[in-house]
């Protein structure tokens, strides 16, 4: 049997949805194909509980950082914490980390998010290390944070990417890898299949995102 590995580069196996069979789940992965897995910080608490993840398995690495929906949680610690386990050898990117201006919509949370997005590109930066990027409804701000950072000298991930051909173009052209997940089989992602399409093959990396944005015909349903 020809076997394909998969390399899993975004998942949330901290989250809660898994807190029944967490141990089941991952102890199947190899024997599934899944060769190793990025587990992306999201939470504050998914800082500890991702560390534990990657010391418990060995095919298991972290990616540290604060989701911008937790932006105003953050402080000068949560930064230091970030830093600290930047530094773990099994540490590959800061993440996810950005703006999310579709759940978000005030300027004020705009303006914090913005702040913790800049602070955390500074520590990835330091550590040099890649980006794992979340940006929705955020296009021109996330692009011209990441102008302003040099974020290509550093590069990385755009994590579960939502825009258009035009704005994939300019990360493209950044050096920075496009997330593509389940949302690509979704019935109304004719511009995600456009994007797809138009970037190249080894610009693409694989993401679950789970356990959200299981793929058709499971959408909606716990993702793994
Ligand atoms: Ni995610």
Redesign the pocket.
């Known amino acids: 049997m020809e076997t394909h590995m998969i390399f899993e580069t ?3 196996y901290d989250d809660e949805a898994f807190e029944a069979d967490r141990e089941e789940l991952l102890d199947s992965m190899q024997e599934n194909g899944i060769d190793r897995i990025v587990n ?1 910080c ?1 939470s504050l608490e998914s800082l500890k509980d991702t560390e534990a993840l990657m010391e418990k398995y060995p095919f298991v690495y972290g990616a540290f950082g604060i ?1 911008p929906d937790d932006a105003d949680k953050m402080t000068e610690e949560t930064l230091e914490e970030i830093r600290k386990l930047c530094k773990l050898p099994k540490a590959v990117a800061v ?2 980390i950005g703006l999310d201006y579709y759940w978000h919509k005030e300027e004020h949370e705009h303006e914090i998010q913005k702040k913790m997005f800049r602070a955390q590109m500074e520590i990835a930066r330091e550590a040099q290390m890649p980006f ?1 990027i ?1 940006s929705r409804d955020a296009a021109k701000d996330t692009f011209d944070i990441m102008k302003e950072h040099r974020a290509e000298e550093i590069g990385g991930v755009i ?2 990417f939502s825009y258009g051909r035009d704005m994939a173009r300019e990360f493209l052209n950044l050096g920075f890898y496009l997330g593509i997940g389940g949302v690509l089989t979704f019935g109304n992602a004719k511009k995600l299949k456009e994007v797809v399409e138009y970037a190249p093959l080894d610009r693409l990396v694989l ?1 679950t ?1 789970c356990p ?1 944005l299981a793929p058709v015909p499971n959408r909606g349903k716990r993702n793994s």
Do not use: Q
Request: charged content about 20%; overall charge negative; aromatic content about 6%.
């Open positions: 975004h998942a949330h992306a999201a989701h993440g996810e794992m979340h994590h579960c993401e995102d959200y």
